[in-house]
Every structure is written in structure tokens, then in C-alpha cells.
Nanobody, 123 residues
Framework: QVQLVESGGGLVQAGGSLKLSCAAS????????MGWFRQAPGKERDFVAV????????FYADSVKGRFTISRDNAKDTVYLQMNSLKPEDTAVYYC????????????????WGQGTQVTVSS
């Protein structure tokens, strides 16, 4: 199986930046895309970004496009989420996961969820 561990979350002021990391271990010999989701209290888990195995294709939620950048380093089995111009509404637990289905914006199509990392943006 694949294990994913997110890190890099924390408390920042509005307008600040954070870079999240998702390190994979175990069975990492697949070419599956990987994605980031986030979940705020009382809300559903929402799509943030996804990237192909090669890094040649990526897609973003409208709410983060232009502010967040997803990337991956396959030599390190790690995917990143660079978050700039953070807003209080970005406050959530951020999760990474492996896309094993077909609909890349649907959380039900992902497996091997990490434990999540908390991002809190103060105003």
C-alpha cells in the first residue's frame, strides 16, 4: 500500500505564504496523478489541485487559481502545494491523495489519503 504524510501547515496572516509537502512511501511505483483537497469545519472536502505523474498537466479550483501552484518531484516521491496571497477562507485541513479513479475533481475517486495538515489564516 501507499502511505502519504502531509507537512508544512501552520498559522499565517492574511497575504502570507505557505508551502505544503506530501511525502509518499510504500508502493510508489505507479504513474497515478496526485491531488490536494481541503476541508473546513462543517464543510465537505473540496478539490484544490491535481497534477499528472509527469507534472505536464495540472488543474486548479477556481477559488485558488492564480494563488496556488501544485508541483511534484518524483525522485523524492513528493508533491507540493505552494500557497500565496492566503485568505482567511483558505483556513482548512489540507489533505493529499492518489487519483485512482477517473474524475479528478471528485474526492471519491481518490485513495490513500494522508492524515492532513492544518492551515490557519488570520485576519
Amino acid at each position: 500500500q501507499v502511505q502519504l504524510v502531509e507537512s508544512g501547515g501552520g498559522l499565517v496572516q492574511a497575504g502570507g505564504s505557505l508551502k505544503l509537502s506530501c511525502a509518499a512511501s510504500g508502493r510508489t511505483d505507479t504513474n497515478d496523478p496526485m491531488g490536494w483537497f481541503r476541508q473546513a469545519p462543517g464543510k465537505e472536502r473540496d478539490f484544490v489541485a491535481v497534477i499528472s505523474w509527469s507534472g505536464s498537466s495540472s488543474f486548479y479550483a477556481d477559488s485558488v487559481k492564480g494563488r496556488f501552484t501544485i508541483s511534484r518531484d518524483n525522485a523524492k516521491d513528493t508533491v507540493y502545494l505552494q500557497m500565496n496571497s492566503l485568505k482567511p477562507e483558505d483556513t482548512a485541513v489540507y489533505y493529499c491523495a492518489v487519483l485512482t479513479g477517473s474524475s479528478w475533481s471528485d474526492s471519491n475517486e481518490y485513495d490513500y489519503w494522508g492524515q492532513g495538515t492544518q492551515v490557519t489564516v488570520s485576519s
